[in-house]
């Protein structure tokens, strides 16, 4: 499961960050350009080179508190992700121009949400999928959540809620499963508990790399694959 994941997960940690104290300013002016600066590269390289799948990546505050946004997938849905916890997304028309377009396109399709590429911070490194399907998570700040209307598409999303970034953060919601492969480890992934619905697979996956480029330095990434010689 998940064998690209060890490209994903060899690269070098972000620095501390020092203005990343009080849990509002993981959403300040000054994260939101060290962000940014850090994904760059990736953002440059993966809006010209296409990928399978986007999700929007959704940073927000709740009275006033930064959160993350998700959606709970209708358990109408035909395929494996019915009743899932995601992020708005899905994979590529032959009429989006980049990574960024596809999670914009969908979602003002789930969730009838009109977003600007303003919003947006940048994409960071596709994440296979359990079917190998390369999926973009592009990072972006809708604001407070109290100035949007949000209208989720019922064939497509049950519900959607938020959790605060604090509660990620804290370890007693943090949980892995280590996998095993022929008697052998093979790799851990993150779970998030305590919330509304429990967060696993790629959600949790993406959840876990975002915290981390968030707040380096406060959050440990939780997401490891076993060393290959």
């Given amino acids: 499961m998940f064998p ?29 350009q060290r962000c940014r600066r850090l994904l760059k590269a990736s953002t440059s390289r993966y809006n010209q080179e296409p990928v399978s799948a986007a999700v929007l990546v959704s940073l927000c505050s ?24 995601s992020f708005p997304g899905g994979k590529r028309d032959a009429c989006d121009r980049d990574a960024v377009a596809t999670a914009l396109r969908e979602t003002r399709e789930e969730l009838n949400l009109h977003l600007g590429e303003d919003c947006v911070w940048g994409v960071m490194k596709p994440v296979p999928d359990r079917r190998g399907l390369a999926v973009a998570p592009v990072l972006a700040n809708l604001g407070p959540l109290e100035h ?36 052998q480890y093979s790799h851990t992934l993150p779970v998030f508990l305590h919330g509304p619905h429990r967060i696993w697979g790629l959600t949790a996956v993406i959840t876990d790399l975002v915290l981390e480029l968030l707040a380096p330095g406060t959050y440990r990434r939780r997401t490891r694959m076993r060393a290959t010689r």
């Fill in 4 to 32: 690209a994941l060890r490209r994903l997960c060899g690269g070098v940690p972000p620095a501390p960050v020092s203005s990343v104290g009080p849990v509002r300013r993981y959403l300040s002016w000054e994260n939101e």
């Fill in 62 to 85: 709740v009275a006033g508190v930064p959160a993350v946004l998700y959606t709970l997938r209708s358990s109408t849905m035909t395929g494996v992700h019915k009743g899932d916890v």
């Fill in 148 to 183: 949007l209307t949000l209208k989720p598409n019922p064939q497509e999303v049950e519900t959607v809620f938020t959790l605060p970034i604090s509660h990620l953060l804290q370890e007693e919601n943090q949980g892995y499963t280590n996998f095993c492969h022929k008697r």
